[in-house]
């Protein structure tokens, strides 16, 4: 409990220093659900708790003169329920469409923890993410919506996930 506490205490000191930044939003915090698309899977719940972050590593890596932007990120993720657990670290291209319209398409490894059949199993597995967000609210710190459909080598851990996030 005590490092619960810590770590509580450390994000109440960290996230108002972000807010402060008037550097770009480089830090991306989702929460919401996730729908396994494994019959499975299901029977355990048909909605999981989903969260995750995304830093932005690179701002404008591509640019076109008809104000298509694109993004470089690495993104950690955890979405899970009973027995399932995964949680996937991913490089991600995050293409910009309009100001508040984008694209996010990454790939990496997922930690993944799954049921058997037997009992549980915890492998590493290719993970990968497409899906699409929406900036519902502009400023210092943006919210928006995410929709992604969340692929892994174990189809145990695959589905969709449906967030709401803020950017600092």
């Known amino acids: 409990m005590n490092k619960l506490a810590l770590a509580a205490l450390a994000a109440v000191t960290v996230v108002p220093a972000f807010a402060q930044s008037t550097d770009s939003n480089n830090i991306s915090l989702r929460v919401g659900g996730f729908f396994p698309t494994d019959s ?7 909605t999981w708790l989903a969260v995750g972050g995304t830093y932005t590593l690179k701002y404008g890596a591509v640019t076109k003169d008809s104000g298509y932007s694109a993004d470089y990120a690495i993104s950690l993720d955890y979405y899970g329920r009973g027995d399932y657990r995964a949680l996937p670290v991913l490089i991600n291209y995050v293409g910009h469409l309009s100001p508040k319209l984008y694209y996010i398409g990454g790939v990496g490894v997922s930690f993944s923890r799954y049921s058997n059949g037997s009992g549980t199993k915890s492998e590493t597995k290719l993970a990968y993410a497409i899906g699409a967000g929406f ?11 995410e929709a992604r459909y969340w692929g892994n080598d174990e189809s145990q851990l695959s589905g969709f996930g449906v967030y709401a996030g803020i950017r600092f």
Do not use: H, L, N, Y
Request: no cysteine; aromatic share 6%; net charge positive.
């Open 40 to 46: 499975q899977a299901k029977k355990t719940s048909k």
């Open 135 to 145: 900036t519902v609210i502009e400023g210092p710190q943006p919210i928006f919506v």
